[in-house]
């Protein structure tokens, strides 16, 4: 299935510049549950509250707060904000290679396509075969969305993958786990007990075929809505026509930002009201619950917003 470029810049390590594009590598297909009304089967969402008095504010009263100590908040503007962001610069910036094994499955958060651009298919291919064969991968930095990643470069078939990782200070340590040590010899197995648990994994080793798995959930529970939809059990739900509120037309894509700046038709950065505006919905109940407002969403809690990466 083709995919909509969605950033592009170079992967860059020492002199040598490869052209790419990121093409998302993944796709949520969880069951989607909304909440309704079950008197008149009308959607149900929020509004953003005062917890304090319980009534209902607009945005313009609404600011961003940092809680750096108990019930104690830094307020931080919108300009302040768009200070702290970095630099974007169109680039995956290499900064080593490491063996491919070095780098834990805990700190591999979300895969990317990169696909070359720009009659870059033979450096492109260098680059990909220097890796598959010295078994390295690349560690990077890169800027996608006003926000800095740490990721890996991974050489996987014809693709280079962009496996965007977690920093160090997000993964936990296992030090308070109470886990038995390699060397222990207390744990340590019997040869004959180590010997039959060795049969048994090449008893049971086969391929890798991510067809043969589901989602049992999903499948059970979509397939118990497409019996009750047969039976004549759907309800109609109508969604209330909003106005479009005042900001909406401030909020601008950001595929067709990028493409436009990458082609010397949008070189300035959005105004800072317009990034505002485009940041405010993406709240959740449940981390609104940390904040001193309750945030709005036009989907209930159970839909969860996540990051652009």
């Known amino acids: 299935m083709a995919t909509r470029t969605i950033w592009k810049g170079a992967i860059s390590f020492g002199l040598v510049h490869v052209p790419v594009g990121l093409h998302t590598a993944t796709t949520e297909s969880g069951v989607d549950f909304d909440w309704l009304d079950k008197r008149t089967m009308d959607p149900v969402g929020y509004k953003r509250i ?16 940092v809680e750096y100590q108990d019930g104690k908040y830094v307020v931080l503007s919108a300009d302040e904000i768009e200070q702290a962001y970095p630099r974007t610069t169109q680039t995956i910036e290499i900064d080593r290679f490491v063996d491919a094994a070095a780098v834990p499955f805990v700190f591999l958060e979300r895969p990317y396509y990169l696909a070359p651009l720009n009659k870059g298919h033979k450096v492109y291919a260098l680059l990909r075969d220097t890796l598959a064969k010295s078994g390295k991968i690349g560690i990077a930095r890169v800027v996608i969305n006003t926000k800095q990643h740490l990721a890996a470069l991974i050489p996987a078939g014809d693709a280079l993958v962009l496996n965007l990782l977690r920093w160090g200070d997000e993964v936990k340590a296992m030090d308070d786990l109470d886990l038995p040590a ?24 086969g ?23 047969k039976a004549g059990k759907a309800k109609t739900v109508f969604e209330p026509e909003e106005e479009a509120p005042a900001y909406a037309d401030n909020v601008i894509d950001l595929t067709e930002l990028l493409q436009r700046s990458l082609k010397g038709r949008g070189g300035t950065r959005k105004p800072a009201a317009a990034r505002k505006a485009a940041k405010a919905p993406a709240k959740t109940a449940k981390r609104a619950g940390r904040k001193a407002t309750r945030t709005t969403a036009t989907k209930p809690a159970a839909k969860k917003t996540r990051k652009a990466a």
């Open 207 to 229: 391929q890798w075929q991510p067809e043969a798995f589901r989602d049992e959930f999903k499948h059970a529970v979509m397939s118990l809505v497409e019996k009750k939809a």
């Open 50 to 65: 005062n917890k304090r008095t319980g009534k209902e504010i607009d945005r313009d009263n609404i600011v961003k707060g």
């Open 182 to 205: 390699q060397d222990a010899k207390r744990y340590a197995p019997s040869a004959n007990e180590l010997k039959m648990a060795k049969m048994l994994v090449e008893d049971m080793t």
